[in-house]
């Protein structure tokens, strides 16, 4: 399992990603580079890019559209650089899963990180060697990393997913109380462990835990574990409802 850190913060893109109507919206980060095609507009999210970026991005700015959802249930994550070699030092492939999370704020609440969506993984299609109509193929559909390479180890996933439909309790990772980096997690997790967060004061008493300020995919190997699958099946269904 890949807990992955995606969209705006307050350093890319400059604030939280909104909750509107209790459903999370998760806002791309900015484009660089011009590998993109795809606009604020576009998603119909200038007007919240625009909000939540406090007027520095809106519906003509190009966005960094990934992970992508499909309609038809299908879901593609593209990754490179450090942290697609810490993904393919850690193992992660068919069958794994990752739950994605962002930092968001409800209209007069405080940020704070939430679960958003998931992407089970059936293939991971290396971008640099991958047949040409494959690379084609994913450009049509907009994916940034096809589009253009980021880096010489440029990796798509692909599987199903979906996000969610409403922003409920069970998805929410930080506290009620706060900071939004405090999280409250599953107890086998510390027994698991988690990439990037081997140090022991990190692990707090009552099943919390003190997330790592930077990085974007944090790795659990949960093996067989019942209580582990049983948590990230329960997940995957209160995103799916």
Same mark, same amino acid.
């Given at each position: 399992?890949?807990l992955?850190? #995606?969209?705006?913060?307050?350093?890319a893109?400059g604030?939280?990603s909104?909750?509107?109507?209790?459903?999370?919206?998760?806002?791309?980060i900015?484009a660089?580079g011009g590998?993109?095609?795809?606009?604020?507009g %576009?998603?119909?999210l200038?007007?919240?890019?625009? *909000?939540a970026?406090?007027?520095?991005?809106?519906? $003509? %700015?190009?966005?960094?559209? %990934?992970?992508?959802?499909?309609?038809?249930?299908?879901?593609i994550?593209? &990754?490179?650089g450090?942290?697609?070699?810490?993904?393919?030092?850690?193992?992660v492939?068919?069958?794994?899963?990752?739950v994605f999370?962002?930092?968001? =704020?409800?209209e007069?609440? #405080?940020?704070?990180?939430?679960?958003?969506?998931?992407l /089970?993984? /059936?293939?991971v299609?290396?971008? $640099? !060697?991958?047949?040409?109509?494959?690379?084609?193929? @994913?450009e =049509?559909?907009?994916?940034?990393? *096809?589009i253009?390479?980021?880096? *010489?180890? !440029?990796?798509?996933?692909?599987g199903?997913?979906?996000?969610?439909?409403?922003?409920?309790?069970?998805l929410?990772? $930080?506290v009620?109380e706060?900071?939004?980096?405090?999280? &409250?997690v599953?107890?086998? @997790?510390?027994?698991?462990?988690l990439?990037?967060? !081997?140090?022991?004061d990190?692990?707090?008493e009552?099943?919390r835990? &003190?997330?790592?300020?930077?990085? &974007?995919?944090?790795v *659990? %190997?949960?093996? /067989?574990?019942? !209580?582990?699958?049983?948590? @990230?099946?329960?997940?995957?269904?209160?995103?799916?409802?």
């Amino acid at each position: 399992m890949v807990l992955s850190r #995606k969209g705006f913060d307050s350093s890319a893109g400059g604030g939280p990603s909104p909750v509107v109507d209790k459903r999370p919206k998760s806002l791309p980060i900015p484009a660089s580079g011009g590998l993109s095609r795809t606009r604020y507009g %576009d998603l119909g999210l200038g007007e919240l890019a625009r *909000a939540a970026s406090r007027g520095k991005l809106g519906a $003509t %700015d190009l966005c960094h559209h %990934d992970p992508m959802f499909l309609h038809d249930g299908r879901a593609i994550l593209g &990754q490179c650089g450090a942290a697609q070699t810490h993904l393919e030092r850690q193992g992660v492939g068919a069958g794994d899963v990752f739950v994605f999370f962002g930092l968001f =704020r409800e209209e007069g609440g #405080k940020p704070h990180h939430r679960i958003f969506a998931y992407l /089970e993984v /059936e293939e991971v299609l290396p971008l $640099t !060697d991958a047949p040409p109509a494959r690379v084609e193929e @994913l450009e =049509r559909l907009g994916v940034p990393h *096809a589009i253009g390479l980021h880096a *010489a180890n !440029d990796t798509a996933y692909l599987g199903n997913g979906c996000t969610a439909a409403r922003a409920s309790d069970a998805l929410r990772l $930080t506290v009620p109380e706060g900071p939004p980096s405090l999280w &409250q997690v599953p107890g086998w @997790l510390r027994e698991t462990g988690l990439s990037y967060h !081997d140090r022991a004061d990190r692990w707090r008493e009552g099943d919390r835990l &003190q997330s790592v300020a930077r990085g &974007q995919e944090f790795v *659990a %190997d949960i093996g /067989e574990r019942g !209580d582990a699958r049983e948590w @990230l099946a329960a997940i995957i269904a209160e995103i799916e409802s």
